[in-house]
């Protein structure tokens, strides 16, 4: 409710935008420092670095392997997203539609893996995985990486399927239309955008996942985020500057997807968990 | 009776806008409105007439213009310094307070005592006849109580002014006349001054001693509900009010009161608010009910009829006259379709409005 | 909506179109999870409860717990209580897309890169130190990297965005009317915020908590990379980790893991019980 402000509700107001300001520029400013360092040739003790270079990022790309890793974090990511669609779909179709018997059952299943942290149920995952067989290969990151990302898919098309008329459906059977047809002309074409929507914020959660990937990643499938954290872990050994440019290809990586993803959804959604869209 | 209102003798909008942009809700209103009257502010969606209640509420700010309350300008005032009760269409109940707490809230909120606070909330709730229910949270009662809730919780702070925006518009039919009546016993009670919006002309008729019509952010006319249902002031106000049929005409003849307009070949006597020049074209308007299938004569208007309609105790028929207007009017017998017939306006009953510029 | 009643067959075909998600996830979270558990009353010695008793024997390690929460819970609050007067303010803002865009930002980027940034900027040379010394706030750079402060700031930064947009979103369901309504009765803005908004956002808040707090407790990589994983942030997270992955004791590990669950279940619960005396119904004034 706006209305005219006394001193004090002034007082306030300013004081809360400037909370909002400071929090806004100490973020950009991390994210900044990050990138000046990467160009930078050296920087010890001045505001700004003493000289500027892109040397670092071919070194890192070199040092780091990051061809390796790039192609590895695509192919996790394509995996995850195409599996957790094919299997998500379908499963929020069924929940949206029909009340069958063990349906809190599942919902309840559904809701659990977003609600865990990673670690917790990563563990003992990781162990199975390991003992499977399945650890340290593409596809058990992929297997870990899936537990997080379908019920995701799962509750964020169960409204988009509930904003789909059922007497659609039913018109399209009256008219003759057989289950594929019913699929691909009508039910497709209305849930794109849902799943559209839903893939993509599969993706931009899956390139930050981090616990998830470190447990059960081999030296030669880990992730982009991964690889990252081994070489901050060993900051040591490697200059300062080969790292950040080493994250700031990370970063590329991550915002290219969520600009494309916010073309589609608020950015309220990417953090959505057990919440229904709001119509 | 012991809840009364508050005591002042004059409200005055002067010249009151709200602009944003190129767009203007509201176009400098005027008003004045008496201690005690029960004021309608009629008009199509759009018209301006909530937000004029939300300015004199607080809820919005004007962009031009003041109000005063006697010799107090009170549009400066914040919304909780203004003092004046207000019921919202959607009847905004706190949800989380029963029933006897949403009504005392305002007592609350001026810290009145607790013992007084309990007197003069079961005093409002027998008032609205909501006894029984005093307990309940609000997601227990139906509409119609929700309604009486919203009602008491503003009359309970006796305020100077009560402000009611749509508040019948969420109710069915039979309802919603029960609680008209309602509110007009209230009213009699209390004698609170109320400021009514709605778009529902026959409630404003109901209810109101006068009526604001509204249309396009402006004031287009003030009078009671008898001046408004017979005496439109102007071509727009009176398709509101419920004119339905319009025909272009000719004034033959004027006086003061009454002027002979042609219509085709019909000579018809109209009435209007003022003089009109011989020659003068305009738009003749009547009422559906009071055009009717007669003998012809030198008065009559000629059309053939569209279609019918049984209501009961009458048909309501539609018709084409012989340039191509739609005319509705009534019929106590069925009348076949394609006929024709030739329709008489009861007399006095016609208005008159020359064309813009007069 | 609600399936039609005629489509509300109870076990027709479309049932079915479920059980490949679910059999996923039987296999790769029930099933492990319930392995898990197993494994945590199985170890190699000792009997059933070894496990625990070692972990409540060893300060070493149960301390962690107690990190974890000094940790946790001051962030969590920390975050709720900038999160409410910041969504208050916002929902009255036309354009709020800009500023939750930005704030998008820390979780998509997620912990690991904010670590690293963090690790530069709020270190000796960074620029957070420059700036409070050219302001004159301090003499002489502040430590904040290595330590209890570095992986608080990097819970912070990353956990406020979070906490309020979902702040947001609760604030945003609360019928403005309600607000209009109370300031007519003569609330003033203090009075509409405690009386009216709070009551009604309490359970909203509950689960915001309840969610925040969630994963502020499964800190893991800015604990170590940030932190002193060794003493001061040896999070419950580090312990299992190092039981998995330098012991190779999974027994132990699950048994740390399940540990860490019940932590949270346990607060959680708390919060919820709380959740459950304030009304709980939905935030609209009434019909229309």
């Not at chain 1, 040739?41 to 061809?67: C, I, K, N, V």
């Not at chain 3, 906490?163 to 609360?174: A, C, M, N």
């Not at chain 3, 190779?248 to 860490?260: K, V």
Request: proline fraction near 6%; charged fraction near 15%; hydrophobic fraction near 50%.
């Amino acid at each position: 409710m706006r209305q005219r402000q006394t001193l004090s509700s002034r007082l306030w107001a300013a004081g809360i935008w400037l909370l909002v300001a400071l929090f806004v520029l100490n973020l950009m400013a991390v994210i900044a420092t990050v990138i000046v360092s990467s160009f930078a040739t050296r920087w010890l003790g001045t505001w700004l670095p003493s000289g500027w270079t892109a040397d670092w990022y071919a070194s890192a790309w070199s040092e780091f392997q990051l061809a390796d890793v790039l192609t590895t974090t695509f192919e996790v990511a394509f995996f995850v997203v195409l599996i957790s669609g094919l299997v998500g779909a379908p499963a929020a179709y069924a929940l949206a539609r029909r009340d069958f018997p063990g349906k809190k059952l599942v919902m309840l299943l559904m809701l659990t893996p977003l609600l865990a942290p990673p670690i917790t149920y990563g563990i003992p995952l990781a162990t199975v995985l390991y003992s499977a067989g399945f650890a340290g290969k593409l596809s058990g990151v992929v297997m870990a990486n899936l537990v997080p990302s379908v019920p995701f898919v799962v509750l964020v098309l169960i409204p988009f399927v509930e904003q789909i008329d059922p007497k659609i459906e039913a018109a399209a059977r009256v008219f003759g239309a057989g289950t594929f047809r019913l699929f691909w002309h009508i039910l497709m074409p209305l849930l794109a955008p849902g799943v559209l929507a839903a893939l993509l914020l599969v993706l931009v959660r899956t390139l930050a996942m981090f616990e998830l990937t470190f447990l059960t990643c081999g030296p030669t499938s880990q992730t982009l985020v991964v690889a990252l954290y081994y070489a901050v872990f060993a900051a040591g050994v490697r200059p300062e500057q080969s790292i950040n440019a080493m994250a700031v290809i990370f970063m590329l990586t991550s915002m290219v997807w969520l600009v494309i993803a916010l073309r589609f959804v608020n950015p309220t959604q990417i953090v959505a968990r057990a919440r229904k869209a709001r119509a | 009776m012991a809840m009364r209102a508050a005591a002042f003798s004059e409200l005055r909008f002067d010249r009151i806008s709200r602009s944003f942009g190129p767009i203007e809700a509201l176009r400098e209103v005027t008003l004045t409105i008496r201690k005690g009257e029960f004021i309608a502010l009629l008009g199509p969606s759009g018209c301006g007439k909530s937000t004029t209640l939300n300015i004199l509420a607080g809820l919005l700010p004007a962009t031009g213009g003041g109000i005063w309350l006697d010799e107090r300008r009170i549009d400066t005032l914040r919304p909780e310094e203004r003092g004046f009760g207000m019921v919202f269409q959607n009847y905004a109940l706190f949800p989380h307070l029963n029933v006897r707490r949403n009504i005392g809230f305002g007592l609350a909120m001026r810290n009145v005592a607790r013992g007084e606070i309990a007197r003069r909330t079961q005093e409002a709730i027998a008032l609205v006849r909501l006894e029984g229910h005093e307990d309940k949270l609000p997601a227990q009662l139906s509409g119609g109580q929700q309604q009486r809730v919203a009602i008491a919780r503003a009359i309970v702070i006796e305020p100077p002014l009560v402000l009611m925006d749509e508040p019948l518009s969420n109710l069915d039919a039979k309802l919603r006349l029960e609680m008209r009546a309602e509110i007009r016993r209230i009213h009699a009670s209390l004698g609170a001054t109320t400021i009514y919006v709605t778009h529902d002309q026959e409630e404003a008729l109901s209810l109101a001693d006068r009526i604001v019509v509204m249309q396009g952010g402006g004031v287009r006319q003030i009078g009671t509900p008898d001046d408004l249902y017979a005496r439109p002031a102007s071509l727009d106000v009176a398709e509101f009010m419920g004119f339905r049929n319009r025909l272009s005409g000719e004034a033959i003849e004027s006086n003061g009161s009454e002027t002979m307009v042609r219509v085709g070949a019909a000579h018809l006597r109209a009435a209007g608010a003022a003089p009109v020049a011989i020659g003068m074209r305009g738009t003749l308007v009547m009422r559906t009910a009071d055009l009717s299938p007669a003998p012809q004569d030198a008065s009559t208007i000629q059309a053939r009829v569209t279609a019918g309609e049984f209501r009961g105790d009458g048909f309501v028929c539609s018709g084409a006259s012989e340039d191509g207007a739609e005319l509705w009017f009534t019929s106590p017998t069925r009348v076949a379709i394609g006929e024709t017939v030739h329709l008489r306006v009861e007399p006095g009953r016609a208005r008159f409005y020359p064309e813009a510029g007069a | 909506m609600a399936p039609a009643p005629s489509a509300r067959a109870p076990f027709d075909g479309v049932a079915l179109l479920a059980a490949p998600a679910v059999l996923i996830l039987c296999a790769l979270f029930v099933y492990p999870f319930a392995y898990g558990l197993w494994l945590s009353f199985a170890p190699a010695v000792g009997g059933a409860l070894a496990n625990y008793r070692k972990f409540f024997g060893d300060p070493f390690l149960y301390g962690t717990i107690a990190t974890t929460l000094w940790l946790a819970l001051p962030v969590t609050l920390l975050n709720l209580v900038v999160a409410v007067p910041v969504a208050m303010r916002v929902r009255l803002m036309r354009n709020q897309r800009v500023l939750t865009t930005i704030l998008v930002l820390p979780i998509t980027l997620g912990v690991v890169l904010i670590a690293q940034g963090l690790l530069t900027y709020l270190g000796p040379q960074g620029w957070f130190n420059r700036a409070l010394m050219a302001i004159g706030l301090v003499s002489h750079p502040i430590r904040l990297v290595h330590n209890y402060w570095g992986v608080f700031l990097s819970l912070f930064l990353t956990g406020l965005p979070f906490t309020f947009l979902l702040t947001l979103s609760h604030i945003s369901g609360i019928d403005p009317a309600l607000e209009q309504a109370s300031a007519t009765l003569g609330a003033n803005a203090r009075q509409r915020f405690f009386a009216v908004i709070l009551p009604l956002l309490a359970p909203g808040l509950a689960i915001a908590f309840c969610l925040s707090f969630v994963q502020a407790f499964s800190v893991f990589p800015s604990a170590i990379l940030l932190g002193a994983p060794a003493g001061p942030t040896r999070v419950i997270s580090i312990a299992a980790y190092q039981a998995a992955f330098e012991d190779f004791d999974y027994s132990m590990a699950s048994a740390i893991a399940m540990l860490m669950g019940g932590v949270q279940l346990a607060i959680i619960a708390a919060v919820l019980g709380l959740r459950g005396l304030a009304y709980r119904g939905p935030a609209g004034g009434g019909k229309g």
